[in-house]
């Protein structure tokens, strides 16, 4: 049978429900902890974290690959880790706006909500 024989074999298409938060569930992965956490830390550096912030995102429990590292490496380890990729890597941050190529006046027309198109609102 294929997923789409299973109702319900897609969570991804479910909506996110308060009663049912989603949790990550599941055993020990064989491999280096601490160059799972080099890797985890560098990406969230390039999305803008700050040491400082996974720093304290690691001892909270809801950011369990995080914490899960502080707990199997400890807190000296799992700060030199979270700083060494700081130095390394630094932080990402970025903007994105857009703009016109070249400034154009426009009309702007302000009314009352129910008034357009009478006399009074127009």
Same mark, same amino acid.
């Given at each position: ?5 299973? @109702?319900? !074999? #897609? &969570? ?5 429900? &308060?009663e049912h ?12 902890? $601490? ?8 990406e969230l550096?390039?999305?803008?974290m700050a @040491?400082?912030?996974?720093? $304290? ?5 809801? =950011?369990?690959?995080? =914490? $899960? !590292?502080?707990? $199997? ?11 060494? !990729?700081?130095? #390394?890597?630094?932080?990402? #941050? ?7 190529? !070249? ?9 009352? @909500? ?9």
């Amino acid at each position: 049978m294929s997923v789409d024989e299973h @109702p319900g !074999a #897609r &969570p991804w298409e479910h909506p996110s429900e &308060p009663e049912h938060p989603m949790v990550v569930e599941g055993g020990v992965v064989d491999g280096d902890t $601490a160059l799972m956490l080099r890797c985890l830390v560098e990406e969230l550096m390039m999305t803008g974290m700050a @040491p400082t912030q996974l720093r $304290a995102m690691s001892r909270d429990r809801r =950011y369990q690959a995080l =914490y $899960a !590292a502080r707990a $199997a490496l400890g807190d000296a380890r799992t700060d030199e880790i979270i700083e060494g !990729a700081g130095r #390394r890597v630094g932080v990402h #941050r970025h903007a994105v706006w857009e703009s016109a190529d !070249a400034f154009r006046p426009v009309t702007l027309t302000i009314s009352s @909500p129910g008034r357009a198109g009478t006399k009074e609102g127009a």
